[in-house]
């Protein structure tokens, strides 16, 4: 029996029989020849059948073949330079798995399909090889950003999704009944984090975070993945060169094993190789100045809308990291700058080319009393926050850290107009299935 071999790995058995397991991309017929497209989720190959030199049956099962039939396909590999990946399959026998009739074809075709109908049949796009080369950069985006972290003394420890109360407002938490009691999907795993710090020093968390997000935009999920890394005795100034270390580590990983991809999604990458440290820094009040001269109808202490982030990215190279927003429009647990304390020791940086916050973060509120009244201040349930308040109690410290959104991330470095292709099974306002 000829080895099974992965399409990614056809170069290795140039001239050898091989069998590979896998789909029909597609399927050219000239006269006596057919040249199946065969995929396999690791690449497309393109098959040769030659009708006097394989037995009728053969020829016939693979000029029957259908968009998206399953097979397995024994043939010889052979090196053509005019191949798109240097290699072409000359077709020996074919087992056809199922062969999808033509009266009910894959619903999926090369033609343009509109984008409901697209995300209506979401676990069947993502087969096509646009969706793949996203799916790619996607793993790479992760393993980078564990790499980075890994790699840099933090350690990995997992906060909970399910939880008692509100991190990030209390307008878009999804609430779940918990047996007696109300609960909530996780806004964010910070709060957990700032006391796994405390435990480790340096940690971070991945998983998957929610928010009831009514607005419709193409920068919103309503469940999407965060990377929170925290840390013990670090400022907002070590938090924004953490940020910004991440972001280069993860762009030149991409760049280095992720070319293929970008160039299917038909990215601009010089765009990406020109973005190098250090990225640039501006205040909140230099911000509003510029938008303000960009026509914005912002003022001072006015939260940046998706199209204000855009104004100011817009021509940019390279990510913009914004600090010290109000500390009204912020969240609870922000620390308050010492010098100005109407402002928060806060960052969010902007991808370039329009693309909007994709980290958000900063140094945390160290001292108890005053942590106490922002509570009171925002309405939170006290109860629920006393363990947090027990992280000012004893041993509190000065401490930082941020969270950056993966399919946002995802969007920026892909090209992407809609988050909805950054994730396999987008959930949106409007959005559950499938
Ligand atoms: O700015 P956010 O709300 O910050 C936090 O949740 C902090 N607790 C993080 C921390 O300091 N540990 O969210 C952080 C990032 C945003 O910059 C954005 O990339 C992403 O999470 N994000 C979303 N991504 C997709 N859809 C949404 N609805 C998002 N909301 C936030
Ligand atoms: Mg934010």
């Known amino acids: 029996m000829p080895p099974v071999v992965e399409i990614r790995k056809v170069s290795e058995y140039a001239g050898q029989e091989v069998i590979l397991q896998g789909w029909l991309y597609n399927l050219r017929e000239s006269g006596k020849l057919l040249f199946p497209l065969f995929r396999d989720g690791t690449g497309i190959i393109q098959g040769v059948v030659v009708k006097s030199a394989v037995p009728p049956e053969v020829f016939d099962a693979v000029r029957g073949l259908t968009q998206e039939s399953s097979l397995r396909v024994t043939g010889k590999v052979r090196a053509d330079k ?3 990946g240097g290699f072409e399959m000359d077709v020996l026998s074919v087992e056809v798995l199922q062969c999808i009739p033509a009266e009910t074809p894959y619903p999926i075709t090369p033609k343009d399909h509109g984008i409901e109908f697209l995300m209506d ?5 993502l087969r096509s090889t646009r969706q793949r080369a996203i799916l790619g950069v996607r793993h790479e985006i992760i393993k980078a950003v564990r790499d980075f972290f890994d790699d840099r003394g933090f350690t990995l420890v997992d906060t909970p999704i399910f939880t008692p109360a509100a991190c ?3 307008t878009t938490l999804f609430e779940v009944n918990y047996f007696d009691e109300k609960a909530y999907l996780t806004q964010s795993g910070q709060l957990y984090n700032e006391a796994n710090a405390m435990a480790v ?4 968390c991945f998983g998957p975070t929610f928010r009831a997000e009514k607005s419709k935009t193409r920068r919103h999920l309503t469940e999407f993945w965060m990377v929170e890394p925290e840390v013990a005795f670090a400022h907002l100034d070590d938090a924004m060169a953490l940020g ?3 972001i280069a580590f993860i762009l030149e990983r991409v760049l280095e094993k992720r070319r293929p991809e970008l160039q299917t999604l038909e ?3 010089e765009n990406l190789e020109r973005i190098k440290l250090p990225f640039p820094r501006m205040s909140y009040d230099e911000a509003v100045k510029i938008l303000q001269g960009k026509g914005s109808e912002i003022q001072w202490g006015g939260d940046f809308g998706g199209t204000d982030e855009t104004l100011l990215s817009e021509g940019a190279e390279r990510p913009l990291l914004v600090h010290r927003y109000p500390s009204a429009i912020k969240a609870f647990y922000m620390a308050p700058d010492p010098l100005r304390p109407e402002v928060a020791l806060c960052v969010d940086m902007l991808a370039p080319e329009g693309y909007g916050e994709i980290i958000g973060g900063g140094e945390r509120l160290a001292d ?3 942590l106490e009244q922002r509570i009171e201040e925002h309405k939170l349930p006290r109860k629920a926050f ?3 308040l027990d992280l000012r109690r004893y041993g509190t410290v000065p401490h930082s850290g941020f969270g950056m959104g993966i399919e946002r991330a995802v969007a920026w470095i892909c090209g992407l107009e809609h988050v909805r292709e950054t994730i396999p099974f987008p959930r949106m306002l409007y959005r559950l299935t499938p």
């Open 368 to 370: 108890l009393a005053l």
């Open 82 to 84: 005019r191949a798109p």
């Open 386 to 388: 006393e363990w947090y």
């Open 267 to 269: 990215r601009k990458i």
């Open 244 to 246: 910004e270390q991440m």
């Open 121 to 125: 049949h979401r676990h069947l796009w």
């Open 201 to 204: 020093g340096k940690t971070y």
């Open 168 to 170: 990030e407002g209390t």
